[in-house]
């Protein structure tokens, strides 16, 4: 050995490791790395590659979801979305019928039609707090004298329908008109004007004509899509019989309102038909006769009794009175 060779320096035959046949031993398997860390950049390199096609199939798999979900909206829930999205902006509102006349056998009125107004709420654009509710209902409604107040449908208020509720009715026209100008504010509270019974012979021809009133619970459930919960209908006598005839055939109304549900555009109106008037065998003059005549019997106090009169030549009621009797317009 030369004193200037190094023990310990591997002597080499000009051969590069890799050119070596060594047993157990591979080159590719350290490629890259670190004695301490054997195949980590291999791994880092699949990794690397693996990312872009992780995040295609994630965008794919977003944008599948979202069209899924647009498809559902429009083709399995369009008509339904686009009818709560109409019914937003449009409101179809129902115009009454003037409600048919009754005259006697001589053309005489007995029942008339007077204008009124009346107070009535579309829960749904009520205010949704219940505090601002609260201070609103009582600041409208508490100008309006307690009698005059329909309690049946201030009870339906805190349900959340689109119905219109008549709470109010018989207003005075000078209270009508200031609350006019409070509802034109447009928070789910609305005057209208109305035809009511004005019943002329009074409790002379009650049990005749019968009378008139707003729809019950029990009536709307049956008559659900003839009537609205608004309208008025025949209760006893000659209203209920010939409560078709009298009714007519409602209008309807096609407006555009802003969101706090006020009117802004007309689309279409349909108008109403007026109900028919009826003429009755009745003889108003011979029906009063035979009521003073039934009061007369007891000193002109009420008496329990009845009284009939009959043409003999065609069989025709010319008088039907019965005591006691009610004023009937009471319950218009």
């Given at each position: 050995?030369?004193?200037?060779?190094?023990?310990?320096?591997?002597?080499?035959?000009?051969?590069?490791?890799?050119?070596?046949?060594?047993?157990?031993?591979?080159?590719?398997?350290?490629?890259?790395?670190?004695?301490?860390?054997?195949?980590?950049?291999?791994?880092?390199?699949?990794?690397?590659?693996?990312?872009?096609?992780?995040?295609?199939?994630?965008?794919?798999?977003?944008?599948?979801?979202?069209?899924?979900?647009?498809?559902?909206?429009?083709?399995?829930?369009?008509?339904?979305?686009?009818?709560?999205?109409?019914?937003?902006?449009?409101?179809?509102?129902?115009?009454?019928?003037?409600?048919?006349?009754?005259?006697?056998?001589?053309?005489?009125?007995?029942?008339?039609?007077?204008?009124?107004?009346?107070?009535?709420?579309?829960?749904?654009?009520?205010?949704?707090?219940?505090?601002?509710?609260?201070?609103?209902?009582?600041?409208?409604?508490?100008?309006?004298?307690?009698?005059?107040?329909?309690?049946?449908?201030?009870?339906?208020?805190?349900?959340?329908?689109?119905?219109?509720?008549?709470?109010?009715?018989?207003?005075?026209?000078?209270?009508?008109?200031?609350?006019?100008?409070?509802?034109?504010?447009?928070?789910?509270?609305?005057?209208?004007?109305?035809?009511?019974?004005?019943?002329?012979?009074?409790?002379?021809l009650a049990h005749v004509l019968g009378y008139t009133g707003q729809l019950s619970g029990e009536e709307y459930a049956e008559l659900k899509g003839t009537y609205q919960l608004s309208d008025i209908i025949g209760k006893t006598g000659l209203e209920f019989q010939y409560e078709t005839l009298l009714r007519g055939i409602p209008g309807r109304?096609?407006?555009?309102?802003?969101?706090?549900?006020?009117?802004?555009?007309?689309?279409?109106?349909?108008?109403?038909?007026?109900?028919?008037?009826?003429?009755?065998?009745?003889?108003?003059?011979?029906?009063?006769?035979?009521?003073?005549?039934?009061?007369?019997?007891?000193?002109?106090?009420?008496?329990?009794?009845?009284?009939?009169?009959?043409?003999?030549?065609?069989?025709?009621?010319?008088?039907?009175?019965?005591?006691?009797?009610?004023?009937?317009?009471?319950?218009?």
């Amino acid at each position: 050995m030369s004193r200037n060779e190094d023990p310990f320096i591997i002597k080499s035959s000009g051969e590069g490791i890799e050119d070596r046949s060594v047993a157990g031993f591979s080159y590719r398997a350290l490629e890259g790395t670190t004695l301490g860390e054997p195949g980590l950049a291999s791994l880092r390199r699949v990794i690397s590659q693996l990312v872009p096609h992780l995040i295609t199939l994630g965008t794919l798999f977003v944008a599948a979801v979202l069209m899924l979900q647009l498809v559902n909206l429009q083709a399995v829930k369009g008509s339904y979305w686009r009818g709560v999205a109409e019914g937003n902006r449009i409101r179809f509102e129902v115009l009454p019928a003037q409600r048919g006349r009754l005259q006697d056998r001589r053309g005489q009125a007995l029942v008339n039609n007077v204008t009124s107004f009346r107070v009535v709420a579309v829960p749904q654009e009520l205010p949704r707090d219940e505090i601002a509710r609260s201070q609103l209902l009582n600041s409208f409604l508490g100008e309006i004298p307690t009698e005059l107040l329909n309690q049946d449908g201030l009870t339906k208020l805190s349900v959340n329908s689109s119905l219109p509720l008549v709470v109010a009715i018989h207003l005075p026209f000078e209270l009508a008109l200031k609350l006019m100008a409070r509802a034109d504010e447009g928070h789910g509270l609305y005057v209208e004007q109305t035809l009511e019974r004005d019943y002329v012979g009074g409790e002379v021809l009650a049990h005749v004509l019968g009378y008139t009133g707003q729809l019950s619970g029990e009536e709307y459930a049956e008559l659900k899509g003839t009537y609205q919960l608004s309208d008025i209908i025949g209760k006893t006598g000659l209203e209920f019989q010939y409560e078709t005839l009298l009714r007519g055939i409602p209008g309807r109304k096609e407006v555009e309102v802003d969101a706090v549900g006020k009117e802004r555009k007309v689309y279409a109106v349909r108008e109403a038909i007026p109900g028919t008037n009826l003429t009755l065998t009745i003889d108003a003059g011979l029906q009063e006769v035979a009521w003073q005549a039934l009061k007369a019997s007891l000193g002109g106090r009420p008496v329990r009794g009845s009284v009939v009169a009959l043409d003999p030549r065609t069989g025709e009621v010319l008088a039907l009175v019965s005591s006691p009797s009610y004023v009937p317009n009471i319950f218009g």
